[in-house]
């Protein structure tokens, strides 16, 4: 049974097809009726010709009654196309409608709708043009991503959901209970979490990381590729409270080795889209950021530039002026300076290292000078940060320390800290929001629409 991709990918055929999908569009002439039927294989329909005289009555019913929406069965041979911007049709023979879509309530006509609007109603959006490029691009790259670190050795680790650690040690978690916290409530009692499910507090993991890392240090190359959930009140177009992330980790590796793989893998990312979306990638490039294509193609022709944290900072402190936020050494890097760093520094994407160690995760390695940390962070025009990772503090003593500046218990953490008991090597990795690279690719703007049902504050909705 054929898909429409298969159909206008393919020769004209003599014999029958049955082309099942929705109409998208009906369009009539004296003798002759046109209907676009698509099935999402691909981003475009393929047109079905109907002869009037031709047609027996219950085809001329199905017909007078057919509105966008409708789910159908079309019978008929490809033949070449006579009209402009497909090279084959379906001749067709007859029409069978499976399920109706009344013109009256059905929510998606055959006009432009507002992302917002749409997303309103993100159970049908994936039928629109966008929203099904959107998903065929999605799905290429995480094909792309297994593919990718499975060529080269990685090993795919499914780490924990619920967990009962703070990987980033920043607190934005959502707790996993299974008490009756209305009950609790109302008797005046504190929760008792020694009684819940798990006798200890539990949350929603924020990362993979930390469980990855006891799994490269036993099979030297892991990743993990999951959801993951963070309670943040980020209200903007670049935050979601839950995502999948991208997490691979590698033993007996430096920092140099992780910025050589995650350029490797992004410039393998956008070569594997460029190839294999290209209907819908021409798409985005006109109707949502124009220059798609070619900003993707610059990336495979030039290497990332890369920039030590101080040597960013004294560049943005030269242009203190033009900034909301005003640069300094140890300040958070705002969007605006990611901005000023990929567009008019390196002119690309960019990597950033050695970071303050009082603004990364108390995990990554600290450098001699006392004051850094082996961080890295890509930053790409018109996204900002895309990846961030590190080379991971091995030494025991050097961790220990570290987490009691952070305020952290050591004992919360004794598994953890076994690696660098037992056997401990230099290692590290990065992590990748896997719907920040579906932005990027697909140049959406708001990165609630390029995951299928976004969460965020106040919306958890279908």
Known sequence: MPCIKEMLAGPARSQEVTARGWVRTKRELKNLVF??????????????????????????????SLSTGCSVAVKGKVVPSAGSGQAVEIAASGIDIIGDAPFETYPLQKKRHSLEFLRECAHLRARTNTFGAVARVRSCLAFGVHRFFQERGFHCVHTPIITANDAEGAGALFQVTALDLEALAASGKAPDYGRDFFRKRSYLTVSGQLEAETYATALSRVYTFGPAFRAEHSNTARHLAEFWMIEPEVAFADLGDLMDLAEEFLTYLFDLALRECAEDLAFFDSRMEKGLRSSLQKVLDSRFARITYTD???????????????????????????????????????????FPQEIKPFYMKQNDDGKTVRAMDVLFPRLGEIIGGSQREERLDRLERRMTESGMKAEDYSWYLDLRRYGTVPHGGFGMGFERLVQYVTGMANIRDVIPYPRVVGQADF
């Open 312 to 354: 960013a900072v004294a560049e943005l402190e030269k242009n203190a002026g033009t900034f909301t936020f005003k640069p300094f050494w140890g300040c958070d890097l705002q969007s605006e300076h990611e901005r000023f760093l990929t567009e008019q520094v390196a002119r690309g994407p960019v990597v950033i290292t050695d």
């Open 35 to 64: 209907v676009e039927v698509y099935d999402g294989s691909c981003f475009n329909g393929i047109q079905c010709t109907f002869e009037r005289g031709c047609a027996d009555m219950a085809t001329q019913a199905a017909l007078a």
